[in-house]
């Protein structure tokens, strides 16, 4: 049951993501994926004027005659947002964790689709799957998913990301453009994502806090891992000691950056505290710039 802090909460999501897709983000949207593809339709006997190229060489050899494929464009996409909820998402220093900036950014894409009536699909996990919602349209069926994003709970604080995908990839059949949205503090999951992309279109989204990658000397602190409940205790006094974390935060930007690199995705990343439709917008609009070259 809905509290009315959770309600007020939702509310005050819908009112500003709504603000951003309206005055920012739902032209580059429809820029940057309406018309991704052609849907394979029919085929037809070849008549004067058809492209040489539309001829399915298989058909016409076995029925002896020349045809052609015929394909319509893509109007409606499925849009799927794969939701990390695992512990180290709890994590923030910016006045705003980062499961708080991924339910922004979430709610922020589905409104954007709902608004060009694409569907939009929900998948929630940590190390398990915690919740699906089917792709729907509609700003009822939005608002279900924010409500889910803000008031789960997740039964597990560990990540999997490849079974999530995999999970995905059961499900989901028919192409869609599906967003990653993670901290990636998981391993083995690049060949589920490069099987992914085999059939959709797949957007990995990095959610970081800068105190990842760096700590100011505050003496000692101890620090937990929010997924398997260690501590440590950590002497930020010592340059030596913030200078190998710093290193150590590089290096997994470095890793991630490199890992989808070679996947040909291009990520989107986003800092806690930050701005995230800056970002957003650019992203979009570099997408809709290598769609027209």
Known sequence: MLTSEMIRKIRRIEIRTSRIVQEAVAGRYVSAFKGRGMEFEEVRPYADGDDARTIDWNVSARV??????????????????????????????????????????????????????????????SDEIERYVPPRKGRSHVLRIVRDLLAHQPTSRGTDIASAIDEMNRIQKRRAVVFVVSDFLDEGWERPLAIARRRHDVIPVLIFDRRERELPAMGLVELTDEETGKSVIVDTSSRKVRENFRRQGELRALQFELAVRRLKMDPLMLETGVDYVEPITTYFRKREARRSR
């Open 64 to 125: 002896g005659s020349p045809h052609v494929k015929l394909f319509r464009e893509e109007r409606e996409l499925t849009v799927i947002l794969a939701i990390d909820l695992s512990g180290s998402l709890s994590f923030g220093s910016n006045a705003q964790t980062k499961r708080e900036l991924v339910a922004e950014v979430a709610a922020t894409l589905a409104f954007s689709a709902t608004r060009n009536n694409d569907k939009v699909g929900l998948l929630l996990f």
